[in-house]
């Protein structure tokens, strides 16, 4: 039972920390070695690194709209 609860602990703690890495690299808009190194950022920094990663790719994204 304490196995079983330990695994299943492990398993949570292991999809939290590689699933930044794998938004990142799924991710379409970034390409080449921009998205090499937000991977990195990802991989160093998990879901820090994501945030930054999704905070200047959206001011990339969002139209610009005047007036």
Sequence with gaps: MI???ALTIMAVF???WLL?????VLW???RGSAKAGW???A????WVGYAVFLVVNAER???VQHG
């Design 3 to 5: 196995m079983s609860t």
């Design 14 to 16: 292991a999809v939290a």
């Design 20 to 24: 930044p890495r794998a938004f990142v």
């Design 28 to 30: 379409r808009r970034a």
């Design 39 to 41: 991977a990195l950022l």
């Design 43 to 46: 991989m160093f920094f998990s």
């Design 61 to 63: 994204a969002a139209p």
